[in-house]
């Protein structure tokens, strides 16, 4: 982890899924949502972004949310880190629990749309060659590997060559590694 507190973290494995609950994240999260942290005193956090805060308001460790004028720019590529994952969701949940015959494609299309968007501001707002681990860059690098371990038929590297090479970079990192996913579900 970027913070000093990896070793603090005890990691659970869950299975997140929009129709058959996890009753291991379910117990403690009725959202059904991962992640999760249980606080030492009891005190249960959802959503990254409130995780995030959390463990870099505790760490003595360098800070994910910087301070002054760089925490807006961070915090706004963590939006759009989050708005790429919600939609990759949106079209991964359509994918797995609709019946083909079901499924939208003009609203699949619109997902995609907004994803390949998206994907074209990031490539804009990064400094290619930064590979710092603020909010931000880790919002769009989790988001770029989402898409890579679940939707990877998008192919959104070939029309974002900057990026994935950007992306390549900073997933070789050895924080980035310590937080892939294992196994899809």
Not at 32 to 55: F, N, W
Not at 150 to 164: C, F
């Amino acid at each position: 982890m970027v913070t000093d507190l990896a070793d603090a973290i005890e990691r659970v494995t869950v299975a997140p899924h929009p129709l058959v609950p996890d009753r291991t994240l379910t117990t403690i999260n009725p959202l059904g949502k991962a992640p999760t942290l249980i606080c030492d005193d009891g005190t249960i956090l959802y959503d990254s972004r409130v995780i995030i805060e959390y463990l870099d308001a505790r760490t003595r460790a360098a800070k994910v949310i910087p301070p002054g004028d760089l925490r807006w720019k961070a915090l706004a590529r963590q939006a759009l880190g989050d708005g790429i994952l919600d939609a990759a969701l949106l079209l991964r949940y359509e994918g797995l629990v609709r019946e083909p015959a079901l499924q939208s494609h003009p609203w699949r299309r619109g997902q995609e749309a907004k994803i390949d968007a998206a994907l074209e501001v990031a490539t804009h707002q990064l400094a290619i060659t930064n590979l710092e681990f603020d909010v931000g860059n880790i919002a769009i690098g989790a988001a770029l590997g989402f898409l890579d371990f679940r939707l990877p038929e998008l192919e959104w590297r070939l029309r974002h060559p900057a990026l994935a090479n950007w992306f390549a970079a900073y997933d070789a990192q050895p924080i980035a590694l310590a937080t892939r996913p294992v196994s899809p579900i």
